[in-house]
Each structure stands twice: as structure tokens, then as C-alpha cells.
């Protein structure tokens, strides 16, 4: 299977942001343990990370054809960009949504997700694991 992972906003500062909230892990470090991740399960990983929603929406175009699988976390996106679930209802290509926090404990405006409909599901709260556990879904529908 080839994975897509898209992060979306403010998540390459991973390690340096809230570290209470989002962990001590960098960016880097999370796309070297969803690549090694992969490559134990006969997989690929390829890892895109942008601030930019029009950058997200066309990483989410170019899946289709490419890629088995998304798995995405649209970042602060996540709660009002309706241009991203239209994008990804636009393609065939099946994404599981992230949250490294869990969105439901936080304040009220995180506990909506406008983009989780197009998903076929969400994960969160389970930090850098819930990447896995996202790939480990498709892995075991493949
Ligand atoms: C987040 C939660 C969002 O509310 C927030 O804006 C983020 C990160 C998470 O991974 O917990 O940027 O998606």
C-alpha cells in the first residue's frame, strides 16, 4: 500500500509547540516513524506538510491514482475548511482523519470537525500512534 500523510497547519513545529498538548516529538521524527512504520508492513509512507489550505487541497488532488490511502491531519483546518472536505470528496482515494490531541476535551470550537464526514474515520487523542493505528486499518482492509 502507498500512504499519503498530510499535516496541515503549524504541525511542523511539532517538538517545539505546546509541547504539553502535542508531545516532544519533532515533525521530522514523526515522518521517520510513519516511513519505518510502513516499510515493517511492506508499505510506503510519503510525508507532506504545509500552512497553505490551497497546498493541502492539491496534495489531496494528486492522491488520486497515486496513492491507496490518505491519512490527514488537517491541523486548526480541521474545524471550518469546507474547501478541504470538498476536496476530499472529489477524490476516490479513502482517508482516516488524526488528531494528535483529543479534540472532544479541548476547547468547544475543536470538538467539530467539518472535514471528518468525507473520512472513514477519525482518530484522536492517541498522539503520534494514532498515524499508525490509521495505517494499521488500511493495512488490514487491504
Ligand atoms: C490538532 C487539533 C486542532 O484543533 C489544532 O488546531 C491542531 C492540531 C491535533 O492534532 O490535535 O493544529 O489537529
Redesign the pocket.
Known amino acids: 500500500m502507498k500512504f499519503l500523510i498530510i499535516n ?4 511542523n513545529l511539532l517538538g517545539k509547540r505546546e509541547p504539553g ?2 508531545g516532544q516529538n519533532s515533525y521530522e521524527s514523526l515522518c521517520e516513524r510513519l516511513k519505518a512504520f510502513a516499510a515493517a508492513h511492506g508499505a510506503t509512507a510519503d510525508c507532506v506538510q504545509s500552512n497553505h489550505e490551497g497546498a493541502i487541497i492539491d496534495a489531496i488532488h494528486g492522491a488520486e491514482g497515486v496513492y491507496d490511502a490518505i491519512i490527514m ?4 483546518y ?2 471550518y475548511s469546507i474547501a478541504i472536505l470538498d476536496a476530499l470528496k472529489a477524490v476516490e482515494v479513502p482517508c482516516i482523519e ?4 483529543n ?1 472532544h476535551q ?1 476547547e468547544e470550537f ?1 470538538h467539530k470537525s467539518v472535514t471528518a464526514p468525507a473520512c472513514v474515520g477519525q482518530i ?1 487523542g492517541l498522539g503520534l500512534y494514532g498515524y499508525e493505528a490509521a495505517m494499521g486499518y488500511f493495512l488490514e482492509q487491504s
Do not use: Q
Request: one cysteine or more.
Open positions: 496541515g497547519p503549524n504541525l498538548i502535542y491531519n488537517p491541523g486548526a480541521t474545524h488524526v488528531h494528535l490531541s479534540i479541548r475543536r484522536c
